[in-house]
């Protein structure tokens, strides 16, 4: 069965912290990870990633995949309060002819002032 | 462009009522789905289509319809809600449907409570 565990479920955290967001995957047919941000309303894409070793920068965020190890990690640098959110790692398989993204749980960041 | 738009915001149903979530989207992608989404449990494929007049389905299809009839709407049925379908309905699209991913599009989300 496809499954994307993320980890840790929740984090607390000072501004100016930095954090690593976890998210391992077990997929047949792997196409692609994809990061988002969700905050009160619909999920905001972040990064997609679909080659091992290469940084996605964006700003403070950035994010690696690791197609050996099945992972990826987000990184957020000198985080502010406008970082809480939950995020969400997505893959991307190919099942039954179809694209599929199968999700995590996410992860409930927060930063306090 | 609007986006992807979803209607209602909100909605209340006695168990057993049927209802419809409307889902619109103006930018030509082929792809469009619907999730759940309910506490700590991420986001979970209910129906899925890859384009009009073709549908399938996903996770948890079970208590809902969906139908395709033109490339813009992707309406979600509830045939007979139950308080179990009590969660936060999203309705996304994406240009591709089996080429490598890009990037999808959600909608802002209906809040559903079945008492």
């Known amino acids: 069965e496809d499954k994307v565990v993320q980890s840790p479920l929740s984090l607390v955290v000072h501004e100016g912290d930095t954090v690593t967001l976890n998210c391992s995957y077990e997929?047949?047919?792997?196409?692609?990870l994809l990061w988002y941000k969700q905050e009160k309303k619909a999920p905001t894409f972040l990064f997609m990633l679909t080659s091992s070793g290469i940084e996605k920068k964006s700003g403070r965020l950035s994010s690696i995949l690791d197609k050996k190890e099945l992972f990826s990690i987000l990184n957020i640098t000198a985080t502010q309060t406008g970082d809480s959110a939950v995020y969400l790692c997505a893959v991307e398989a190919l099942i039954q002819g179809a694209q599929k993204l199968v999700f995590g749980q996410g992860t409930r960041l927060t930063i306090n002032p | 462009n609007a986006g992807v738009t979803q209607t209602p915001k909100f909605q209340v149903l006695k168990t057993g009522q049927s209802m419809t979530l409307q889902c619109a989207q103006d930018?030509?992608?082929?792809?469009m789905s619907w999730y759940r989404q309910d506490p700590g449990m991420g986001l979970r494929l209910i129906h899925y289509?890859?384009?009009?007049?073709?549908?399938d389905q996903g996770e948890v299809p079970n208590g809902y319809n969906v139908s395709r009839s033109t490339t813009e709407d992707f309406p979600l049925r509830l045939l007979s809600a139950a308080p179990s379908q009590t969660s936060v309905y999203f309705c996304?699209?994406?240009?591709?449907?089996?080429?490598?991913?890009?990037?999808?599009?959600f909608g802002p989300g209906t809040r559903l409570t079945v008492l």
């Open positions: 996304a699209s994406s240009y591709s449907r089996g080429a490598l991913s890009n990037e999808q599009f």
């Open positions: 289509s890859v384009g009009a007049g073709i549908t």
């Open positions: 997929v047949t047919n792997f196409r692609s």
């Open positions: 930018m030509n992608h082929e792809y």
